[in-house]
């Protein structure tokens, strides 16, 4: 059986679901429903045969900590699906929050609040910091991951301030799922 494509998003709100799912509706991505939810409501094993149930792809799953700074519902399911074999990690959108004390994660590049890519990190309100590195509360497991698969960093999907609202368009949660799929190389057939 061939390795089903996920982009992985390291928030699970109801607001970044609509986000996700109106972002996902425009590029031909399966938002999978079952992962919605603050914390993550399955856990890894769980999540992967939700997800190798899903005729279509690629499916975009969520995982959310619920703002806890240790290891959560969230990241011990994200392990999980970083490491199974019946799924081929296309990129990770990793999700800034304010919660302290953190790691965090090196990026790839990140998306602004009004879709641009950068370099550097963003925060919660998808502002540039001078920091490569973004902090979160369900990215530190993704350490060992960084240069392996794109990890792209983001504001608050679906708000930063309303500029990532459902009625714009989401801009931002869009260009961060096109950035992963570009940078995967992910063509559909």
Do not use: F, W
């Amino acid at each position: 059986m061939r390795a089903k494509p996920v982009i992985i998003v390291t928030d699970g709100d109801n607001t970044a679901y609509e986000a996700l799912k109106a972002a996902s509706e425009s590029l031909n991505l399966y938002v999978l429903e079952e992962s919605k939810g603050n914390p993550t409501p399955l856990n890894g094993h769980e999540l992967v045969k939700a997800i190798t149930r899903v005729p279509e792809e690629p499916v975009v799953v969520m995982v959310d900590d619920r703002g806890e700074a240790g290891t959560g519902a969230g990241e011990r399911a994200l392990e999980v699906l970083m490491n199974a074999p019946e799924l081929k990690v296309l990129g990770v959108i990793a999700v800034a929050a304010n919660t302290h004390p953190v790691d965090g994660v090196p990026i790839d590049s990140s998306v602004t609040d009004h879709g641009r890519i950068i370099s550097h990190a963003v925060d919660k309100e998808g502002h540039q910091v001078t920091s490569s590195r973004l902090y979160g509360d369900t990215v530190d497991v993704l350490e060992d991951d960084a240069g392996h698969v794109p990890i792209i960093g983001l504001g608050d999907p679906g708000k930063m301030h309303g500029n990532d609202s459902v009625e714009h368009g989401v801009p931002a949660t869009k260009r961060a799922l096109e950035e992963i799929l570009q940078r995967s190389g992910y063509h559909a057939s």
